[in-house]
T-cell receptor, first 107, second 115 residues
C-alpha cells in the first residue's frame, strides 16, 4: 500500500517563508515530486528528489529523507501568485499523489 | 512550444451515454498517464502506458472504463456507460521515461459532468 500525507491548508504572508511537509509510506521508491496546481488549471512540475538532501531551484527548494519517509517544499519570498495547491507525489513504477496542500498567501 | 493537448475541454452528458476523451502526448514522449481529479479523492491515477503498452490500469473501474493508445500520438479514455459519480476532471500527462527527473507534463484536462 501507499500513504502520502500532507497538511490540507496553510496560510502565509507575502514575502515570508513557508514549509510544506509531506510524509509517505511506500513499498518501492523511485523519487518524490512536488507539483503546483492553481485553481482550475493542470498541475505543473516544481521539483524532484531521488537522493537524500536539498534541491534548490530559485525561490523553491525541496528536501528528502528516504529513511524517514519525509519531504518538504520550501517557498521563499512568497508572492501572491504562489497561492495554489501543492501536491506531493511518490513514484514507484507508477505515480501516486497526495491530496495536496492549499496555500493562501496574504498581503 | 510542445504541450499535451486534450479534447474535449468540457463535456456534459447524460447518465448511460458513452464518453470518449482524447489526449495527444508531447511528440517523442513514451509514457502516458491518465488521472482523475475530484474534490473528494484528489488526483488519482487511472492508467498508464509506456511505449503504447498498458503497464498499470489497476486504478480504473474495468467494467466501464477502457484506455488505449492506437498510436504514439493518441491516447483515449472511454467510459461506457457513464454514471454521475464519474463527474471529474480527467488529466492526461506524458513524459520522456528515460529522463532523470521523469517529469510528467500535464494537459489542460477534460471537465466531465454526467447528469
Amino acid at each position: 500500500g501507499q500513504n502520502i500525507d500532507q497538511p490540507t491548508e496553510m496560510t502565509a504572508t507575502e514575502g515570508a517563508i513557508v514549509q510544506i511537509n509531506c510524509t509517505y509510506q511506500t513499498s518501492g521508491f523511485n523519487g518524490l515530486f512536488w507539483y503546483q496546481q492553481h485553481a482550475g488549471e493542470a498541475p505543473t512540475f516544481l521539483s524532484y528528489n531521488v537522493l537524500d538532501g536539498l534541491e534548490e531551484k530559485g525561490r523553491f527548494s525541496s528536501f528528502l529523507s528516504r529513511s524517514k519517509g519525509y519531504s518538504y517544499l520550501l517557498l521563499k519570498e512568497l508572492q501572491m501568485k504562489d497561492s495554489a495547491s501543492y501536491l506531493c507525489a511518490v513514484r514507484r513504477t507508477d505515480m501516486r499523489f497526495g491530496a495536496g496542500t492549499r496555500l493562501t498567501v496574504k498581503p | 512550444d510542445a504541450r499535451v493537448t486534450q479534447t474535449p475541454r468540457h463535456k456534459v452528458t447524460e447518465m448511460g451515454q458513452e464518453v470518449t476523451m482524447r489526449c495527444q502526448p508531447i511528440l517523442g514522449h513514451n509514457t502516458v498517464f491518465w488521472y482523475r481529479q475530484t474534490m473528494m479523492q484528489g488526483l488519482e491515477l487511472l492508467a498508464y502506458f509506456r511505449n503504447r503498452a498498458p503497464l498499470d490500469d489497476s486504478g480504473m473501474p474495468k467494467d466501464r472504463f477502457s484506455a488505449e493508445m492506437p498510436d504514439a500520438t493518441l491516447a483515449t479514455l472511454k467510459i461506457q456507460p457513464s454514471e454521475p459519480r464519474d463527474s471529474a476532471v480527467y488529466f492526461c500527462a506524458s513524459g520522456l521515461g528515460r529522463e532523470r527527473t521523469d517529469t510528467q507534463y500535464f494537459g489542460p484536462g477534460t471537465r466531465l459532468t454526467v447528469l
